[in-house]
């Protein structure tokens, strides 16, 4: 497992490398669906950190209180080193997400991640706080579309 700083660093190393600027709530719900994905890939979950159910949708708080000071604006890219590693183990599965998700807005990935059925709407409840979405809720959302997407690139 990863601290979840290290794991938004490579998203926007990433995000950067491809020409895109993400705001703080792009770069939580890509976080999420990257966790979300390695955990139906491997059982494992990515980060360390909890995820909790906020009012639009799955939040690690800890990243939140990072990017928070930037607002709804595009983290600068001048805040993101070009020099360091990127992780190795996961680097290609956040390629594949920033590629496929990068380009939806903050609000898009909030709407994405809470729909009915997520594991987001499994758990919020309106007016609580703190509420911590299990890996083992996210890993099974995310299994299920594995399974569907697999489902249906065998029958095409």
């Known amino acids: 497992m990863f601290d979840v700083l290290v794991v938004a660093d490579d998203v926007l190393k990433c995000a950067k490398r491809i020409g895109l600027r993400l705001s703080p709530l792009q770069l939580m719900k890509l976080v999420y669906i990257i966790h979300g994905w390695h955990l139906a890939l491997t059982?494992?979950?990515l980060i360390k950190q909890r995820i909790e159910a906020w009012?639009?949708?799955?939040?690690?708080?800890?990243?939140?209180?990072?990017?928070?000071?930037?607002g709804r604006d595009p983290i600068p890219s001048d805040r993101v080193a070009d020099t360091s590693p990127r992780i190795p183990e996961v680097s290609s599965l956040v390629d594949s997400v920033v590629k496929q998700y990068g380009n939806f807005s903050g609000?898009?990935?909030?709407?994405?991640?809470?729909?009915?059925?997520?594991?987001?709407?499994s758990v919020y409840r309106d007016g609580a706080q703190n509420i911590e979405i299990p890996n083992d809720l996210i890993?099974?959302?995310?299994?299920?579309l594995l399974n569907e997407r697999r489902s249906a690139a065998a029958t095409s």
């Open 43 to 45: 059982g494992q979950p």
């Open 107 to 121: 609000i898009a990935l909030s709407n994405l991640t809470h729909q009915k059925g997520t594991p987001w709407s």
């Open 55 to 70: 009012k639009y949708g799955p939040v690690i708080p800890v990243l939140y209180h990072s990017t928070k000071v930037f």
């Open 139 to 144: 890993r099974s959302h995310y299994e299920k």
